[in-house]
Protein backbone atom coordinates (compact mmCIF):
# COMPACT_ATOMS: atom_id res chain seq x y z
CA UNK A 1 0.00 0.00 0.00
CA UNK A 2 2.54 2.45 1.19
CA UNK A 3 4.58 2.75 -2.93
CA UNK A 4 0.97 3.31 -4.05
CA UNK A 5 0.30 6.53 -2.36
CA UNK A 6 2.94 9.58 -3.68
CA UNK A 7 1.87 12.54 -2.05
CA UNK A 8 -0.81 14.22 0.50
CA UNK A 9 -2.23 16.90 -0.75
CA UNK A 10 -4.47 19.77 1.61
CA UNK A 11 -6.70 23.04 1.19
CA UNK A 12 -7.10 25.20 4.45
CA UNK A 13 -9.26 28.07 2.90
CA UNK A 14 -12.67 25.96 2.12
CA UNK A 15 -15.35 26.20 4.12
CA UNK A 16 -18.10 23.56 4.44
CA UNK A 17 -22.26 24.11 4.06
CA UNK A 18 -24.28 21.56 4.86
CA UNK A 19 -27.76 21.38 3.52
CA UNK A 20 -29.79 19.13 6.14
CA UNK A 21 -33.06 17.46 5.42
CA UNK A 22 -32.95 17.86 1.35
CA UNK A 23 -36.20 16.42 -0.25
CA UNK A 24 -34.76 13.28 -2.01
CA UNK A 25 -36.12 13.77 -5.21
CA UNK A 26 -34.86 15.07 -9.31
CA UNK A 27 -34.26 18.76 -9.35
CA UNK A 28 -33.38 19.34 -5.98
CA UNK A 29 -29.42 18.92 -6.84
CA UNK A 30 -29.83 21.47 -9.99
CA UNK A 31 -31.31 24.08 -8.34
CA UNK A 32 -29.21 24.05 -5.48
CA UNK A 33 -26.31 24.68 -7.81
CA UNK A 34 -28.02 26.71 -10.42
CA UNK A 35 -28.70 29.01 -7.34
CA UNK A 36 -24.80 29.09 -6.54
CA UNK A 37 -23.63 29.18 -10.27
CA UNK A 38 -25.74 32.13 -10.64
CA UNK A 39 -24.14 33.91 -8.06
CA UNK A 40 -20.46 32.67 -9.63
CA UNK A 41 -19.33 30.80 -6.61
CA UNK A 42 -17.08 27.97 -7.23
CA UNK A 43 -18.04 24.91 -5.65
CA UNK A 44 -15.10 22.23 -4.34
CA UNK A 45 -16.22 19.19 -2.99
CA UNK A 46 -19.41 17.68 -3.21
CA UNK A 47 -20.94 15.01 -1.14
CA UNK A 48 -24.26 13.56 -1.16
CA UNK A 49 -25.16 10.55 0.58
CA UNK A 50 -28.10 7.62 -0.10
CA UNK A 51 -31.08 8.38 1.53
CA UNK A 52 -32.24 6.07 4.24
CA UNK A 53 -35.75 5.47 2.85
CA UNK A 54 -35.59 7.53 -0.07
CA UNK A 55 -37.25 10.58 1.43
CA UNK A 56 -34.58 13.22 3.08
CA UNK A 57 -31.16 13.38 2.75
CA UNK A 58 -27.90 15.76 3.56
CA UNK A 59 -25.49 17.41 1.02
CA UNK A 60 -22.64 19.34 1.62
CA UNK A 61 -20.74 21.48 -0.37
CA UNK A 62 -16.80 23.46 0.13
CA UNK A 63 -16.47 26.98 -1.19
CA UNK A 64 -13.72 29.32 -0.22
CA UNK A 65 -14.27 31.11 2.88
CA UNK A 66 -14.06 34.05 1.19
CA UNK A 67 -17.71 32.88 -0.22
CA UNK A 68 -19.15 31.30 2.32
CA UNK A 69 -22.16 33.69 3.22
CA UNK A 70 -22.83 34.41 -0.14
CA UNK A 71 -23.51 30.98 -0.33
CA UNK A 72 -25.58 30.71 2.55
CA UNK A 73 -27.30 34.03 1.74
CA UNK A 74 -28.33 32.34 -1.81
CA UNK A 75 -29.63 29.30 -0.36
CA UNK A 76 -31.55 30.82 2.15
CA UNK A 77 -33.83 32.17 -0.65
CA UNK A 78 -34.44 28.25 -1.45
CA UNK A 79 -35.25 27.70 1.84
CA UNK A 80 -39.02 27.53 0.95
CA UNK A 81 -38.73 26.04 -2.88
CA UNK A 82 -36.40 23.16 -1.44
CA UNK A 83 -37.89 22.92 2.05
CA UNK A 84 -34.72 21.91 3.74
CA UNK A 85 -34.63 21.69 7.75
CA UNK A 86 -31.25 23.73 8.19
CA UNK A 87 -27.81 24.80 6.62
CA UNK A 88 -24.95 24.40 8.95
CA UNK A 89 -21.77 26.27 7.74
CA UNK A 90 -18.06 25.75 9.09
CA UNK A 91 -14.65 27.01 7.93
CA UNK A 92 -12.58 26.37 10.59
CA UNK A 93 -11.78 23.04 8.42
CA UNK A 94 -9.11 21.79 5.86
CA UNK A 95 -9.15 19.44 3.22
CA UNK A 96 -6.28 16.44 2.88
CA UNK A 97 -6.35 14.16 0.17
CA UNK A 98 -4.10 11.01 -0.06
CA UNK A 99 -2.95 10.80 -3.60
CA UNK A 100 -1.54 8.09 -6.07
CA UNK A 101 -2.50 6.13 -8.81
CA UNK A 102 -3.77 2.00 -8.56
CA UNK A 103 -5.31 2.93 -5.56
CA UNK A 104 -8.49 1.77 -6.28
CA UNK A 105 -7.15 -2.05 -6.29
CA UNK A 106 -5.55 -1.25 -2.99
CA UNK A 107 -7.85 -1.35 -0.11
CA UNK A 108 -5.28 -1.28 2.55
CA UNK A 109 -5.29 2.47 1.28
CA UNK A 110 -7.91 3.97 3.03
CA UNK A 111 -7.51 1.76 5.89
CA UNK A 112 -3.96 3.53 6.87
CA UNK A 113 -5.56 6.62 5.89
CA UNK A 114 -7.99 6.96 8.36
CA UNK A 115 -6.30 4.54 10.85
CA UNK A 116 -3.48 7.38 10.96
CA UNK A 117 -6.20 10.14 12.00
CA UNK A 118 -7.95 8.15 14.28
CA UNK A 119 -4.45 7.15 16.40
CA UNK A 120 -4.09 10.99 16.54
CA UNK A 121 -7.65 11.47 17.55
CA UNK A 122 -8.72 12.88 14.92
CA UNK A 123 -12.34 12.94 13.85
CA UNK A 124 -13.15 12.39 10.48
CA UNK A 125 -15.94 15.06 9.24
CA UNK A 126 -16.57 14.05 5.38
CA UNK A 127 -14.88 11.83 2.66
CA UNK A 128 -15.10 11.78 -0.70
CA UNK A 129 -12.77 9.76 -3.11
CA UNK A 130 -12.13 9.65 -6.91
CA UNK A 131 -9.72 6.79 -9.01
CA UNK A 132 -6.56 8.51 -7.57
CA UNK A 133 -7.38 10.55 -4.41
CA UNK A 134 -9.17 10.13 -1.45
CA UNK A 135 -10.08 13.11 0.19
CA UNK A 136 -10.78 13.99 3.86
CA UNK A 137 -11.97 17.13 5.65
CA UNK A 138 -11.02 17.71 9.28
CA UNK A 139 -10.76 20.49 11.73
CA UNK A 140 -8.28 23.24 10.47
CA UNK A 141 -6.45 23.31 13.92
CA UNK A 142 -5.33 19.42 13.29
CA UNK A 143 -3.70 19.96 9.88
CA UNK A 144 -0.16 19.85 10.77
CA UNK A 145 -0.66 16.61 13.02
CA UNK A 146 -2.64 15.00 10.64
CA UNK A 147 0.04 16.20 7.40
CA UNK A 148 2.71 14.61 9.49
CA UNK A 149 1.10 11.70 10.69
CA UNK A 150 -0.09 10.37 7.35
CA UNK A 151 3.70 11.14 5.59
CA UNK A 152 5.13 9.00 8.33
CA UNK A 153 2.22 6.80 7.58
CA UNK A 154 3.13 5.75 3.88
CA UNK A 155 6.53 6.61 4.21
CA UNK A 156 6.70 9.78 2.05
CA UNK A 157 8.85 11.35 4.82
CA UNK A 158 11.79 13.66 3.78
CA UNK A 159 14.85 12.30 4.08
CA UNK A 160 17.21 14.26 6.77
CA UNK B 1 -18.54 25.42 -18.98
CA UNK B 2 -19.23 23.31 -22.22
CA UNK B 3 -16.03 23.03 -23.50
CA UNK B 4 -14.66 22.33 -19.67
CA UNK B 5 -16.55 18.64 -19.89
CA UNK B 6 -13.63 16.13 -22.11
CA UNK B 7 -16.06 12.87 -21.70
CA UNK B 8 -18.44 11.41 -19.58
CA UNK B 9 -17.00 8.05 -17.64
CA UNK B 10 -19.39 5.18 -16.39
CA UNK B 11 -19.49 1.69 -14.49
CA UNK B 12 -22.10 -1.00 -14.18
CA UNK B 13 -20.63 -3.36 -12.16
CA UNK B 14 -20.50 -1.47 -8.83
CA UNK B 15 -23.03 -2.35 -5.91
CA UNK B 16 -23.88 0.15 -2.96
CA UNK B 17 -23.46 -0.62 1.03
CA UNK B 18 -24.47 2.61 3.18
CA UNK B 19 -23.47 1.90 7.03
CA UNK B 20 -26.80 4.00 8.70
CA UNK B 21 -26.37 5.57 12.24
CA UNK B 22 -22.32 5.17 12.80
CA UNK B 23 -21.05 6.69 15.86
CA UNK B 24 -19.38 9.65 14.81
CA UNK B 25 -16.40 9.80 16.78
CA UNK B 26 -11.99 8.54 15.64
CA UNK B 27 -11.44 5.21 14.52
CA UNK B 28 -14.95 4.54 13.42
CA UNK B 29 -13.79 4.86 9.52
CA UNK B 30 -10.64 2.68 9.95
CA UNK B 31 -12.47 -0.23 12.02
CA UNK B 32 -14.82 -0.30 8.76
CA UNK B 33 -12.00 -0.22 6.15
CA UNK B 34 -9.81 -2.20 8.07
CA UNK B 35 -11.81 -5.63 8.01
CA UNK B 36 -12.60 -4.79 4.12
CA UNK B 37 -9.09 -4.85 3.74
CA UNK B 38 -8.54 -7.83 5.59
CA UNK B 39 -11.22 -9.56 3.32
CA UNK B 40 -9.20 -8.05 0.58
CA UNK B 41 -12.50 -6.59 -0.86
CA UNK B 42 -11.30 -3.51 -2.89
CA UNK B 43 -13.68 -0.13 -2.66
CA UNK B 44 -14.37 2.34 -5.47
CA UNK B 45 -16.23 5.31 -4.05
CA UNK B 46 -16.90 5.88 -0.12
CA UNK B 47 -19.01 8.70 0.31
CA UNK B 48 -19.66 10.34 3.92
CA UNK B 49 -21.14 13.32 4.66
CA UNK B 50 -20.85 15.78 8.18
CA UNK B 51 -23.05 14.57 10.68
CA UNK B 52 -25.84 16.88 11.99
CA UNK B 53 -24.69 17.59 15.59
CA UNK B 54 -21.28 15.50 16.07
CA UNK B 55 -23.24 12.16 17.16
CA UNK B 56 -23.88 9.51 13.83
CA UNK B 57 -23.78 9.93 10.18
CA UNK B 58 -23.98 7.69 7.39
CA UNK B 59 -21.21 6.18 5.27
CA UNK B 60 -21.67 4.65 2.04
CA UNK B 61 -19.17 3.21 -0.14
CA UNK B 62 -19.39 1.06 -3.41
CA UNK B 63 -17.52 -2.09 -4.27
CA UNK B 64 -17.73 -4.63 -7.41
CA UNK B 65 -21.08 -6.49 -7.67
CA UNK B 66 -19.09 -9.82 -7.22
CA UNK B 67 -17.87 -8.60 -3.50
CA UNK B 68 -20.77 -7.61 -2.43
CA UNK B 69 -22.42 -10.24 -0.01
CA UNK B 70 -18.79 -10.52 1.51
CA UNK B 71 -18.52 -7.29 2.57
CA UNK B 72 -22.02 -7.15 4.13
CA UNK B 73 -20.89 -10.28 6.14
CA UNK B 74 -17.54 -8.47 7.02
CA UNK B 75 -19.61 -5.93 8.23
CA UNK B 76 -21.91 -7.65 10.10
CA UNK B 77 -19.58 -9.12 12.56
CA UNK B 78 -18.85 -5.29 13.46
CA UNK B 79 -21.97 -4.44 14.33
CA UNK B 80 -21.52 -4.44 18.48
CA UNK B 81 -18.25 -2.59 18.18
CA UNK B 82 -19.31 0.10 15.42
CA UNK B 83 -23.02 -0.03 16.90
CA UNK B 84 -24.36 0.97 13.28
CA UNK B 85 -28.63 1.00 13.20
CA UNK B 86 -28.57 -0.63 9.98
CA UNK B 87 -26.88 -2.03 6.48
CA UNK B 88 -28.49 -0.72 3.21
CA UNK B 89 -27.43 -2.25 0.22
CA UNK B 90 -28.18 -2.41 -3.45
CA UNK B 91 -26.60 -3.54 -6.58
CA UNK B 92 -28.83 -1.87 -9.03
CA UNK B 93 -26.72 1.26 -9.26
CA UNK B 94 -24.21 2.57 -12.11
CA UNK B 95 -21.42 5.35 -11.71
CA UNK B 96 -21.68 8.13 -14.24
CA UNK B 97 -18.91 10.63 -13.86
CA UNK B 98 -18.33 14.00 -16.23
CA UNK B 99 -14.73 14.34 -16.63
CA UNK B 100 -13.24 17.54 -17.41
CA UNK B 101 -9.62 19.68 -16.22
CA UNK B 102 -10.02 23.12 -15.23
CA UNK B 103 -13.94 22.80 -13.93
CA UNK B 104 -13.44 23.74 -10.59
CA UNK B 105 -13.34 27.44 -11.65
CA UNK B 106 -16.79 26.23 -13.48
CA UNK B 107 -19.69 26.03 -10.98
CA UNK B 108 -21.97 25.90 -14.02
CA UNK B 109 -20.75 22.27 -14.96
CA UNK B 110 -22.28 20.88 -11.51
CA UNK B 111 -25.57 23.02 -12.47
CA UNK B 112 -25.58 21.61 -16.11
CA UNK B 113 -25.15 17.42 -15.00
CA UNK B 114 -27.52 17.64 -12.26
CA UNK B 115 -29.82 20.04 -14.45
CA UNK B 116 -30.00 17.62 -17.54
CA UNK B 117 -30.69 14.64 -14.89
CA UNK B 118 -33.74 15.70 -12.90
CA UNK B 119 -35.64 16.85 -16.45
CA UNK B 120 -34.29 13.15 -17.54
CA UNK B 121 -37.06 12.28 -14.18
CA UNK B 122 -33.66 10.58 -12.57
CA UNK B 123 -33.11 10.88 -9.27
CA UNK B 124 -29.30 11.25 -7.64
CA UNK B 125 -28.44 9.15 -4.98
CA UNK B 126 -24.76 9.84 -4.14
CA UNK B 127 -22.55 12.37 -4.99
CA UNK B 128 -18.98 12.74 -4.78
CA UNK B 129 -16.61 15.05 -6.48
CA UNK B 130 -12.70 15.02 -7.48
CA UNK B 131 -10.59 18.16 -8.78
CA UNK B 132 -11.39 16.82 -12.49
CA UNK B 133 -14.95 14.50 -11.85
CA UNK B 134 -18.16 15.01 -10.62
CA UNK B 135 -19.59 11.50 -10.24
CA UNK B 136 -23.44 10.79 -9.09
CA UNK B 137 -24.57 7.11 -8.81
CA UNK B 138 -28.24 6.59 -10.01
CA UNK B 139 -30.37 3.31 -10.57
CA UNK B 140 -29.16 0.97 -13.59
CA UNK B 141 -31.82 1.33 -15.27
CA UNK B 142 -31.53 4.94 -16.30
CA UNK B 143 -28.02 4.62 -17.40
CA UNK B 144 -28.24 4.57 -21.63
CA UNK B 145 -30.71 7.56 -21.01
CA UNK B 146 -28.28 9.48 -18.55
CA UNK B 147 -25.63 8.76 -21.01
CA UNK B 148 -27.32 9.96 -24.00
CA UNK B 149 -28.40 13.03 -21.89
CA UNK B 150 -25.60 14.08 -20.75
CA UNK B 151 -23.46 13.81 -23.64
CA UNK B 152 -26.24 16.30 -25.77
CA UNK B 153 -25.78 18.42 -22.60
CA UNK B 154 -22.01 19.02 -22.94
CA UNK B 155 -21.95 19.12 -26.68
CA UNK B 156 -20.42 16.10 -26.69
CA UNK B 157 -22.32 14.29 -29.50
CA UNK B 158 -20.33 12.64 -32.28
CA UNK B 159 -21.63 14.37 -35.85
CA UNK B 160 -23.60 11.93 -37.77
C1 LIG C 1 -30.94 15.25 -3.11
C2 LIG C 1 -30.82 15.40 -4.59
O1 LIG C 1 -29.58 14.94 -5.07
C3 LIG C 1 -31.91 14.70 -5.37
N1 LIG C 1 -31.83 13.27 -5.18
C4 LIG C 1 -31.76 15.09 -6.82
O2 LIG C 1 -31.72 14.25 -7.65
O3 LIG C 1 -31.66 16.22 -7.12
C1 LIG D 1 -17.77 8.30 10.94
C2 LIG D 1 -16.30 8.26 10.97
O1 LIG D 1 -15.74 8.80 9.81
C3 LIG D 1 -15.68 8.93 12.16
N1 LIG D 1 -15.95 10.35 12.16
C4 LIG D 1 -14.21 8.64 12.14
O2 LIG D 1 -13.42 9.51 12.24
O3 LIG D 1 -13.82 7.53 11.98
Redesign the pocket.
Known amino acids: EKQVVTSIAYSTNEAKVTLIG??????????IFESLAKAAINVDMIV?NV?QNGDF?D?TFTVNSSNLNLACKMLNVLKKDLGYVDIISNAMVCKISVVGVGMRSQPGVAKIMFHTLAKCGINIQLITTSEIRISVLISSKYLDLALQALHTAYGLDTDG
Request: net charge negative; glycine share 8%; hydrophobic share 45%.
Open positions: LTDCPGVAAAQSTL
